[in-house]
């Protein structure tokens, strides 16, 4: 950082503390959510201490910001020789006090960043490439990439890191680095602009490894029922008008959790996220849809239909109310939840749900008064969805 930046060891431990000493705010350390339910202004979630002990937690908005973590795959070599090393622990190797070393090799889109791009490898490296730099000019790094990608700004890191001696060596797809440590340790890469391979010997290997979905993503995911991209990242609600909302009201992510993004990006989604809890949160009262289902209990079966069907989980079987013919497990929805889609409208065998405003009823009426189909109306057994005998 320059003189006029402020180091962000500092700013995480100032936050640390400020977050502490707030009186408006419970942490609850060393522990984990077990269940989460309920909606926008009324969910429930239960914890689980590292003693096995719980407790409900009732909660206007939920924020998940879980983060991501850096993938260990075994190629490479990776794990084989303590010489090959993730960037994450280079890193780590610098900010210590070992010696730095003379010669360094950083092979990028390592992993699963050869099906995606995980967008802060490039920077990361390049940013890894000047401090080593910093502490020993006169080290050779070679970075072996297929493409670079250091958008916005940091493109002046990348510029920088070439006016330092940093050599950048471009591989083809499908003619990746080949990695040996068996003894001495090489890398052989061949260069298409050269047209020939180069084979060199350095110190350590340092692999960009990208950022995946944490281990449990798809465990908490299902436990509040929000969606995934095919690579495990959250998804959206919409990716520029509710970039940090998820599909379901009241729940927001911020982080790496969405997908992989630099400190300045995520300290960015991170006050939009709060920004948009604090709107649920400021209010004393929520309004709920006009266009929602409801279920009339007396025609209920509680054949499951629209527990399976519904895209939002949002219909559930309430063991106390009585559905068809007395028998208690008839089917309820929560208005506050319901997106009003339909889907259960349409798939209810015994018709018990109806969406409001858009009833059986209303439009049998418009449908007899656009044919002139006499007998069809609000009041008559086919428009209220029964039998005629």
Sequence with gaps: TSPTETHPREVMEDLIARTRAH????????????????????????????????RDVDHGVTILAIGGQEYRGPEYGYGSDPRIVTQQEFERL???????PDSVVMIQCVGPAERFCSRICCTVAIKNALALKERNPDAQVVVVYKDIRVYGFKERAYTEA???????VRYEDGAPPQVSANGRLAVLARDPALDRVLEIH?????LSMPVVPRDDVREVAGMVKCATDADGFFLEAHVKLRS???????????????YPKLIDETMIQA??????????????????????????????????????????????????????????????IEAAVCRGCG???????????ELRHYTDAQFAAKVGALVGAPGIGPLSPAAAGRPVS
């Design 162 to 168: 070439r006016r330092r001696g940093v050599l950048f």
């Design 23 to 54: 009186p408006l705010i419970d942490l609850h350390l060393e522990t984990r959510v077990v269940t989460s339910s309920g909606f926008a202004g009324s969910f429930t979630s239960t914890i689980e201490g590292h003693t096995g002990s719980r």
């Design 244 to 258: 940090v909302d998820f599909a379901s009201d009241g729940i927001f992510m911020a982080g790496m959790a969405h």
């Design 271 to 332: 006050q939009a996220a709060a920004a948009r809890a604090a709107r649920v949160l400021s209010r004393d009262s929520l309004l709920a849809g006009g266009q929602v289902a409801v279920v009339d209990p007396q025609r209920c079966t509680g054949c499951l239909t629209c527990v399976r069907i519904c895209p939002f989980s949002v219909p559930r079987i309430a063991p106390a109310l009585a559905g068809v013919g007395g028998l208690l497990g008839a089917a309820t």
């Design 343 to 353: 889907t259960c409208v349409a798939e209810c065998p015994a018709r018990a749900i």
């Design 94 to 100: 610098l900010a210590s006090d070992d010696k730095p």
């Design 202 to 206: 350095p110190d350590l290997v340092v």
